[in-house]
């Protein structure tokens, strides 16, 4: 007779770590779901020995880049199989990426491609981010519907000609979204003055890589930022500033969470670990590496994007996984060509290193706690956008998605890593820290050596409404226009 066991899997003797709590229990999973948490739990078909160190909910990236279309020749490095591999050796076991809308087109048509481009390829569970490109009314309509079937984000640029609203139609988007639920992303830089910066930078014959950060220094943002809150106080609707990257844009938070705003901000481990020097000198393109937009910033910004995470002004630490070869013509050179900053595809990849990388600065370091951690990388992205308590946290019912830390000191290398991408930003950097395992709904995917997932064992999730805790009850004037509004 074979032996009967109550679970699938057991993690013993497993310091366990969520945005709350920390404590020691072994985890008990059934059928991809946690099902028992306690002490000397019965035998599992399979029993994993923890042996006393942190397990954290699996990642939540909840911004990232994967097989977005671009403009010949140019092309992301990684589609749904690469990038959803490097996040689960990198210990991330959700993603949120994008399905970009076409001017012209309407959103179902985004919707159908991306389903079609991850379908049996993604090796983590994923659902879509929808960038609105083209809000008119016929599209703001059908709005409602797709926050009811799951798609219950949206991306809007303040930038990029291809991208970006005007003040108007993001007024329209949030009008919307006020009534119906959902989160909406702003990406805060001032178009205008970028292109006026560019234009005098390119007339002087400053065109190299490092002057992508000139033409967007931090004004820029702030600017944008404080443009994107009044819209959000205009209209009363929470509002999420994506990829936040300097100080003068934080302070723009702090003053708006001051008057009792529901402004939400995250940022990534660009914007605290690479500087405006990365962007390399006027006589080297290699520099172009680490263009991204925002551009990293200074010491200064370091350390009010760090205070930032360590006292709740950030909510979401995400990748913004963007991956483009240096080499090739389809990346970084496109065509070939050392090209002018304007011209560099704009982005750095991110996917696989963003938990250890904030684990050892951060955690190891001492600048936040494992709790924070587990809130900025899991739980609060869980929560922000539909997906908890299903994903971001260690919970009876809930997935069993786990990591299982490693402390070790090493030399980070691009060979280590398991994306399409040809290089890392981080190259050289001393991490203390790196998934010792990675478990998707009970299965392990990575064991620290070895990726053992497979593609098409990501699920599609299709996500509820917002659950983060708002910052302020503020209730509307007596005057509001919304009330003037009405037709009689």
């Known amino acids: 007779m ?39 739990l019965a035998r599992g078909r399979r029993d994993i020995d923890a042996a006393g160190r942190v397990v954290t909910p699996g990642g939540v990236d909840a911004h990232c880049h994967l097989d977005q279309p671009m403009a010949p020749p140019v092309k992301l490095s990684d589609d749904f199989f690469s990038g959803t591999r490097s996040a689960a050796c990198g210990g991330t076991t959700t993603v949120v990426p994008f399905a970009a809308q076409v001017r012209s ?129 205009l209209v009363d609707t929470p509002i999420l500033l994506v990829h936040v990257s300097g100080s003068e844009a934080v302070d723009q938070i702090r003053q708006a969470r001051a008057q009792g705003l529901n402004i939400y901000a995250e940022t990534c481990p660009q914007y605290i670990l690479l500087t405006e020097a990365d962007l390399g000198t006027d006589a080297s393109y290699f520099g172009a590496r680490c263009v991204c937009s925002p551009p990293p910033r200074d010491k200064s910004s370091h350390e009010a994007i760090w205070q930032g995470l360590a006292d709740g002004l950030f909510s979401v630490f995400s990748s913004d996984h963007s991956p483009f070869n240096l080499t090739g013509d389809d990346g970084k050179a496109p065509g070939g060509e050392e090209v002018r900053f304007r011209h560099i595809p704009n982005g750095i990849p991110g996917i696989e290193t963003r938990l250890p990388l904030l684990y050892s600065e951060g955690v190891l370091g001492g600048r936040i706690s494992v709790n924070k951690f587990v809130e900025l990388t899991a739980t609060h992205p869980a929560r922000m956008y539909g997906l908890y308590p299903r994903k971001g946290t260690i919970a009876i019912g809930s997935d069993a998605d786990l990591v299982i830390w490693d402390a070790r000191n090493f030399c980070l290398s691009n060979d280590d890593l398991h994306h399409a991408c040809d290089y890392t930003p981080y190259e050289g950097m001393t991490l203390n820290a790196w998934p010792a395992m990675t478990l998707l709904r009970g299965e392990v995917v990575w064991d620290g050596k070895t990726f053992s997932g497979h593609a098409g064992a990501g699920q599609f999730i299709a996500r509820g409404l917002p659950s983060i805790p708002r910052v302020s009850a503020r209730a509307e004037t007596p005057t509001d226009w919304r009330t003037a509004c009405q037709v009689s």
Request: with cysteine; aromatic share 8%.
């Open 2 to 40: 074979s032996p009967s066991f109550d679970y699938d899997t057991v993690i013993r003797n497993a310091i366990i770590a969520t945005a709350s709590d920390t404590y020691h229990a072994d985890i008990g999973i059934v059928a991809g779901r946690i099902k028992q948490i306690g002490t000397g």
């Open 105 to 233: 087109e309407n959103l179902q048509t985004a919707i159908d491609d991306y389903h079609r481009r991850a379908s049996g390829r993604a090796c983590v569970d994923y659902a879509f981010h929808l960038i609105l490109t083209d809000p008119r009314p016929e599209i703001l309509q059908d709005l409602p519907r797709l926050i009811a079937a799951g798609y219950t984000s949206f991306k809007l640029y303040m930038t990029y000609d291809a991208l970006k609203l005007t003040d108007g139609q993001i007024l329209d988007v949030l009008d919307v979204v006020r009534t119906h639920g959902g989160m909406p992303m702003i990406h805060a830089e001032n178009a205008d003055c970028i292109a006026w910066l560019t234009r005098k930078l390119e007339a002087a014959g400053r065109t190299a890589p490092r002057y992508h950060a000139t033409s967007r220094p931090l004004l820029v943002e702030r600017e944008a930022a404080h443009r994107a809150i009044s819209l959000a106080e």
